[in-house]
């Protein structure tokens, strides 16, 4: 490993003092004078036209300021991304039980909340859809009967509800099918999940006396949230103002617009400020979660283990809208395994529920929890070893990925051994007792990123990004600069940032951070280290390759009491030729470089009840580098626990006539606490990435993605009973038990003939 | 004149809006929760040992948070430039009536006061001296017994008041003086100016729970209010952020740390944010203004008008502490004439009043009115055409500047030529009216400039720079940016700042932000559009020579309708190889631009009163390029009526025992209103200089260094006498036409000698 100064060594976060006092301010924490509270009224229906919307009442409430409904936005349907089936606020119809009928603003949250319920609408019921297996059928009821009319809309398909479709595909998987030794199909079904951040939606505006809007925001991507509003407000970008504020967790939920358009608007009518925050409730029922997802899996495998064709089937249900990208868990239908021949889609299908929204490497834990599983029994049924039987498949560097890409070097096959010999694999344990594993793969997130870093006149660094913190990530940052330009990470001013100040970024999630923004940190720190090395060249007369940059310091290599400190050259550069020294870096796409994360979990299953406790888990990621280990262990940590509530308790529950959100509490909605949890072990592997800062990877996504596969396996190992659907929960270990769920779901039923059928796979 | 998109037209103010409705926010306006505020207690002696204070009856008041003195603060001088000779309050001395003792954080403003006046000083008095003559005298009580134990006191000369020498020499000047046909002499006293920005200064301050502190500063030197703060506090400059709010002018009084030291610690006593506000009286006597300035003159001329030699001695009062740098009038001696032998002087004396501060090119303005006053002089007495004996001298380009610079293409001749031919010199007017003309010069300000332009989807633009908007400036920026760019200033977002978030930039005075910091913002600019051109290239197929940038897009020259909108290619760069496209610049030092401005004022005297009116005034201003003309007619307006406050009524008095301030209110101190002024003619000529941005010259300073000496000598042309000190007022002017003034002060007395042979320059 290289001979780091600041890297590999942990460091407590940059904001830690603002976090622990309670000073960091949240979007919630804005007060403007005269600022005015928002809340918002939701339909009652699953798919309803509004026949009317009296706010008479509502207006005339005193303390009321305004109300506004759908019909006060422009005529303009945004999307997540090309397609645009959505209106910001109901117009005409509403599509789910939650969606945003109308708005008030009012001088006080009570007045606003009362005001709310004045507003009287008359609705007619059309159809709703609530199942999304039901919504592919032909002759469903259409969710959106006019979808073909919508702008984006790129594809025909039969069954209307189809909204999006992801293929991929290499070789001739059917004749390896025909040729495979065995054949095996297996379908998965995981659950609705609630992205439990703590800190509700929140935002703030203020329309400025020119025009112009500031939104206080409680977002991972303020330029996606600018480009939005612009959107469904016809307003100029330029016009809009973002400042993202602390972020109480996100998880992918709050990549792209919220409810910003409301107090936004609401601010333009009144010319006051207006805030916005959700009760959980409304987390729950008007913000996107993720929908229940069905995998269904088919492998061909040789006698000797060798997988040569796969076939995967991903049906997810996007609710009402696209609320966020197709699921990008289908180009994970292989795993972490070279296979010749594939054939993978991913179908979304609407639904009368709340739209869709993203979550941790969306459908990537679903896509994993079906595919680790499918190895698991694979490997029983063929009486092989399941972690030799996953070596003996394991993408390799010089294999072509399923994006295309060549393989790089990486430390898969060293998070398998960690793993092997953490926990002493094979092992035997006791009746009731289990041990599973499940191997991840993920890429190190890229995308547009920029930095700036200027030197002080105390040899101290300014760094601007447009990046919001997450999980630590200006901390890491701050490492990143500081190693290059040989300071401390105490000498690394984080500045604050909104749309206006810095560059155009990429938004914080996908575990693009490090990699991409943190790469482009480094290109500016170097930029600026580089100006500080000519500058002190021409200062002291040696050549600028005599010269090393170090402990505050440049200084002669031959000769190192020779030399200035930053702070010299900083003051020096403002009346020298170079004028103030500052670094500038702007990147868009880094090369693929993989992440590969081997877990394990060993389990006790209670016979009598069903139940699963958790014994162990472990957990093993090439992480290329370490920029900030503690940061890079609370990472792995955090994303192990996010990934055991998926296996064990959490689940959204939706009424399966109205669609209704029928939990939205995190009384009722259950996440995991510490004591549901053992001690996580975290092993990490060092592979440095060809691109990545010092040779970073991304950290943040694998380690939730084991957690379902890994415990259902050591189930499977402890009791002997597979479960295919998540969550792991008691009832159905119980009924497994029981003999109420048959092992064997070799299809989703006539659902996945049909869409053969559309394709002409299948007559 | 240049084919310009956008320069060259009147464009309203970029903050136009928010200014007008009042929603700009100035320091004053800072409200955060559990804010307090603070006040502070006063010297009431001009020179004296502080025996004692009690502040515990003041600790004792019921809302009173934290009283702090002197010996709060670590025992740190500090400076406006090399020489430490301050403490940011009292500690063991009082130097001047004004100079802050204590300060007290209260919960209200109010009790914040009552608490002041609840602390006891017990003081010993020491020797004052108040006249800054008398202060140079040998055996005059010395202001800072200890000077020479300070860090940065650089020389040691006769007389223990003098803190500062300027001096400038060329030529034999002695020899010259021995061989001229004539030589004049003549003394002129200016007054003690105030500065008269309207909003007072104000600060917050909050100490956040990482020690690092905020400050919301009322500023032009947000980086050099961070340098000094960082250095009274004794904490490392970067933890200290500050944020430079709206600013409700500052004319120079505003460059440098004021009170925000006081706010600082308090907020890091009590853990809360403190704010100071300064009534209109604090402003008086609290702040530095300037004092009045003596100038003595002698000039050699052959009998056909051809100056040979210069001699000017300047002495300055620095009051208490030298608050701001050496007096820059010096370099001004020569006017803007080209003389080869030339000896100049200028000496700052502490005396016992409060500190000097900057004011406008500080000291150029009284050397303006000594030059131009005795330029008219030796004209009358030679029977010359005054404009005549002007012309013979100017300064002409390939000349070398007193600055040692190569005198480079200007229109000093044309503003004469304008003036001359507006008014139709030379005129003859009835008994009891004048015209009187001055030629005044300055340079195009320099100094460390840096600027960030990245360029949003939509084709629009954020501009990040260091420096405060002074006078329009943020839209002058905007302007250059939006010209280089082919977009329209609208397009331009002028992003908020703060010492984190923008690179270190000189302050925003001495006439530098549209020649130097709008030149960073031209490279800026080119950088970025350089950047969509090779993208536009790329996408295009053609080559980056062939494109052109106009209209908001990339064209090709032989094809102008293919192209692409610069919002295509910025959101094309966000996934392109190049990222985000972002220009940068960064500069220290242009090269010397000189600034000329020719001005003729009209007068009629009451013979009975001696009062002046003015009746006409005219200026001419080589001002390169006009970025935007409406914005450089407003500074050229502004800056004459600041010169005509000068010449005719403004005047900050001095108790002559004590230095205490004896007008310290705007009842007392009298600026112009509108009523005071006739209409203004300000006329423009356009000559590129070599280097600013697209040949702009600085503006902002000249239009105010003509008014005493034009109407000093269209005075001397309505009724014949001659007045040497400012202000010219009926007084004065009345006792001159009663014969009490003399019209032939030689020189300024026995001061002159003794510094003379001080220097070794006499017996």
Not at 533 to 542: E, F, H, M, Q, T
Not at 675 to 689: A, I, Q, Y
Request: net charge negative; proline share 6%.
């Amino acid at each position: 490993m290289a001979d780091f100064q600041v890297l590999e060594q942990s460091h407590p976060r940059v904001d830690a003092w603002e976090k622990v006092t309670g000073q960091a301010n949240y979007a919630g924490d804005v007060y403007l004078p005269g600022m005015l509270m928002c809340k918002i009224l939701a339909s009652t229906r699953s798919h309803a036209r509004i026949i009317s919307i009296d706010t008479s009442k509502a207006t005339a409430l005193p303390g009321v300021r305004a109300v506004i409904t759908g019909y006060d936005f422009p005529q303009i349907r945004f999307g997540s991304g090309a397609l645009k089936d959505r209106y910001i606020m109901a117009r005409d119809i509403v599509y789910y039980i939650g969606e945003p009928v109308a708005a008030v603003a009012a001088e006080d949250e009570i007045t606003a909340q009362e005001a709310i319920g004045l507003i009287e609408v008359e609705y007619e019921d059309l159809g709703a859809v609530v199942d999304p297996l039901t919504a592919l059928r032909s002759g469903a009821p259409s969710v959106h009967p006019d979808l073909e009319s919508y702008e984006g809309y790129g594809f025909t398909i039969e069954g209307g509800n189809i909204c999006t479709l992801l293929d991929a595909d290499r070789g001739d998987v059917d004749q390896a099918f025909m040729e495979a030794d065995h054949v095996f199909e297996d379908t998965f079904r995981s659950q609705g999940i609630n992205q439990g951040f703590l800190e509700p939606m929140a935002c703030a505006a203020n329309v400025e006396a020119n025009g112009r809007l500031t939104i206080w925001a409680s977002t991972q991507g303020p330029y996606q949230v600018r480009a939005q509003l612009a959107s469904v407000l016809d307003m100029p970008l330029s016009n809009i103002k973002i400042i993202p504020m602390e972020l109480g967790g996100g998880f992918g939920a709050k990549l792209r617009l919220a409810f910003e358009a409301f107090p936004a608007l609401l601010s333009m009518r009144t010319g006051s400020p207006v805030k916005l925050i959700n009760t959980r409730e409304e987390v729950f029922t008007l913000n996107g979660p993720r929908h229940p997802v069905t995998n269904y899996i088919k492998t061909g495998v040789n006698n000797d283990g060798t997988i040569i064709a796969r076939e995967a089937y991903t049906i997810f249900d996007v609710g009402a809208y696209l609320g966020a990208g197709p699921n990008s868990g289908i180009g994970h239908g292989l795993g972490a395994y070279n296979i010749p021949n594939f054939r993978l889609r991913s179908y979304g299908a609407y639904t009368n529920k709340v739209y869709v929204g993203s979550y941790r490497a969306s459908g990537v834990a679903d896509m994993t929890f079906a595919v680790e599983s499918h190895m698991d029994i694979i490997a029983h049924k063929l009486g092989m070893d399941p972690l030799d039987f996953r070596l003996k498949n394991t993408i390799k560097e010089g294999d072509i990925a399923v994006n295309g890409s060549r393989v790089p070097g990486n430390g898969l096959e060293q998070t398998l051994a960690a793993i092997k010999e953490r926990l002493g694999l094979p092992k035997e344990l006791p009746d009731g007792h289990g041990v599973g594993i499940a191997l991840c793969e993920w890429r190190s997130g890229t995308g547009p990123s920029t930095a700036s870093i200027s030197v002080n006149e105390d040899g101290t660094a300014s760094l601007l990004t447009g990046s919001v913190d997450i999980s630590g990530s200006d901390t890491s940052l701050a490492s990143i600069a500081a190693e290059v330009m040989g300071i401390s990470i105490g000498d690394i001013i984080v500045a604050s940032r909104d749309t206006d100040l810095a560059p155009f970024t990429g938004p914080s999630g996908g575990s693009r951070i490090v990699y991409s923004q943190g790469k482009a940190v480094q290109m500016a720190a170097e930029d600026a280290r580089d100006k500080l090395l000519a500058l002190a060249a021409d200062r002291l007369g040696v050549p600028q390759e005599a010269l090393g940059c170090a402990g505050g310091r440049v200084y002669v290599h031959d000769n190192p009491p020779q030399g200035l400190t930053l702070g010299q050259l900083a003051s020096a550069s403002v009346n020298s030729r170079t004028g103030p020294i500052v670094g500038n870096a702007s990147l868009s796409t880094l090369p693929y470089a993989p992440v590969f994360s081997a877990q394990a979990a060993e389990v006790e299953v209670d016979r009598a009840t069903g139940q699963v406790k958790l014994t162990r888990y472990v957990q093993c990621q090439d992480v290329g580098v370490a920029i900030n280990p503690m940061a890079v262990e609370g990472q792995l940590e955090g994303g192990a626990v996010q990934g055991i509530g998926r296996a064990l308790t959490e689940d959204m529950l939706f009424d399966q006539e109205t669609g209704a959100v029928r939990n939205p509490s995190f009384a009722s909605y259950l996440m995991p606490l510490a004591l549901d949890l053992p001690e996580l072990e975290t092993l990490m592997v060092r592979v440095p990435s060809e691109d990545g800062p010092f040779g970073a990877r991304a950290v943040a996504e694998p380690p939730g993605f084991g957690p379902p596969a890994a415990i259902a396996n050591a189930i499977y190992d402890a009791v002997g009973v597979r479960i295919r659907e998540l969550p792991l929960s008691g009832e159905r270990v119980l009924a497994a038990l029981q003999g109420k769920i048959s092992e064997d779901v070799a299809y989703i039923g006539d659902e996945l003939d049909e869409l053969k059928r559309a394709e002409g796979l299948v007559a």
